[in-house]
């Protein structure tokens, strides 16, 4: 199971730390990723991390501003994201692959959680 908790209401510029814990004990076994749904869009791809969290790809719109990180220790994956802007406003999904290499695809990815809610305010 993976519960995503951290959105919330901020104001464009501002940061927000995501976080997401997860059940199991071969926690690096998997990789990991976040995926957001904007209102009336389909849901997208923003950052995946591998097992060992060396790799990490990020989409462009939001690289030099996101970072994906995981605690393997804790069964935890992070989204910090900062310079937020109003078009970061989604329902962001932390979700798991069952294997440890990263992926960018929706279908790739075998776990997800229930999604937090960011919203930007311009």
């Known amino acids: 199971q993976l519960q995503a908790c951290g959105g919330g209401l901020v104001q464009a510029g501002g940061s927000l730390r995501l976080s997401c814990a997860a059940s199991g004990r071969t926690f690096s076994s998997y990789a990991l990723g976040w995926f957001r749904q904007a209102p009336g869009k389909e849901r997208e791809f923003v950052a995946t991390?591998?097992?060992?969290?060396?790799?990490?790809y990020y989409v462009n719109s939001v690289k030099g501003r996101f970072t994906i990180s995981r605690d393997n220790a804790k069964n935890t994956v992070y989204l910090q994201m900062n310079s937020l802007k109003p078009e970061d406003t989604a329902v962001y999904y932390c979700?798991?692959?069952?294997?440890?290499?990263?992926?960018?695809?929706?279908?790739?990815?075998?776990?997800w959680g229930q999604g937090t809610l960011v919203t930007v305010s311009s």
């Open positions: 979700t798991a692959r069952a294997m440890p290499v990263t992926a960018t695809s929706r279908s790739e990815y075998d776990y």
């Open positions: 991390i591998s097992g060992s969290g060396v790799t990490k």
